[in-house]
């Protein structure tokens, strides 16, 4: 199934008056993995949108060859031939999935085998998806409701519904901002098996780790425009600290940031948080929290790895109060935090915790309010009038480079890595200026945010720390935990199974977060 050559040709997109993108040039060959780099904002999922034919083109050309001649669309291309649509298949970065449809009903929907009369012939689509599963060795629990599945199957589901309608030409925005380091490896085996195969793969992404090791050419987008477009060779490969040294220099456009360091950590430091066996069963009664417990200390970050699906997501929503079912007692500065039973309850637990869920969409944005609405979420009533409001919006996308610096904007308008940002400026910059300010919990905090954007944040997480905050970071990117954290302790089915230095190799880690006893 060789795929085809996509030549992208001095496009530029406009949604309203704002340009996503002014110049980018691409070309996406059969064979390789095409990474593609950038700040936030630069138009990177703007460019695969564009590739895939629903981006709003006001100029330039798509030309896609594959023999068998699928031509070119010119900046009024609409409507899209179908072939293109079938050959053509796109990841987003959120999941495009109907999580009360079972894995197979996903997997077919838009392009069900029909039987006799027209109707759906579900034996015909399990006897396809198997045999799909079994080509391409991604495997997921067909007769699984879509909601139960773990985030790294829904992303394996994601691309076997994009091949089961034939898709010859990939295209990926971001497919490892929300997978653990070994489930990332397993789909860029994936996708290396699909290239060799002859697919044509791209691949959007911030992991400068994954483009050294795996990509065949590389593109860095800035600002709108394609600023380099190269291929990778064998040599650069094995010596990845020069080429990583060009690629961060072309995506900031200048010398990259200084990496954050913890702060000293006094020895005798009192214990902010003490979590005791906590224990939370699921509707399905399974203990996603299995008898939990761990200390942090005034001044301390901890780092929680683990693989997803493993009790991250419960920990922190218990933290913030928004698990009424969790057994177990959470101490804050020696006092037990009452459960919470009214707003009063949880406004109080602000007041002292700042919390950043992993899921942005689900827990800490609002799409259709505005930029400046969503950074000051939560503190209605609490902030001195409308002037004393503007001026603290303005504050928070000065200090986290909110970008476009508009508070006015749609925040469903932002690009992904914007989102984090006013997520995640939003909770540091509150509790710092809270009288109560005990402890930070931050889920996965910088998902999808560029390198300099990362240095902001982990700069922001430094600076809670050194004014004496507790800080718990869980994170799927073992490179940020061993930058910050002054221990990593590894969450595995529900409680802590050991606790390891930052200076822990990738294998030391991860052997612990699958529950090998030897790590
Ligand atoms: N639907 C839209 N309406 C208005 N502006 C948009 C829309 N989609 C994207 N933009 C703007 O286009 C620019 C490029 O966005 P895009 O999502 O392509 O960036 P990106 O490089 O993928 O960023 P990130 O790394 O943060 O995901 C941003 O300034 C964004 O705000």
Redesign the pocket.
Known sequence: MRGPVMKIEDIAVR??D?W?IRSATITLEPGVIHAIL?E???????LLKAAAGFAPRVAGTVRIEDGRGFGAQDAAGDPKPQAWTNAIGMVH?HFMLVSAFTALENLVLGSEPTGSFGRLDLAKARREAEALMETTGLRVNLDARTSDLAVGERQRLEILRVLYRGARAILLD?PTAVLSPLEAEELYTTLGALAEGGATIAV?T?RMDEVLRFAGHVTI?RRGRTVLSRPITADERDHPKRLEDELTRAIMGGEPPPEASPPALAEDAEVALSIEDLVLVDAAGKRVLDGLCLAVKKGEIVGIAGIEGNGQRELVRAVAGLEPGVAGSIVLGGARLPAVRSTEDLRKRRRAIAVVHEDRHADGLMLDATVGDNLVLGELGQIDGPAAEAALIKRRIDRFGV??PDAARRAG??????QQKVVVGRALDRIEASPERALVVLGQPTR?V?VGAAATIHGAIVAAAEKGLAVLVVSADLGELRRLAHRILVLHRGRIVTELPPTSSDDVIGRAMLGMEDA
Request: proline residues 4%.
């Open positions: 949604y309203g704002c996503s950038g936030n904002g630069a138009g990177k999922s703007t970065q971001e959007v911030h987008m970008n476009p308008e932002l690009s992904g890595g914007n999808g560029d």
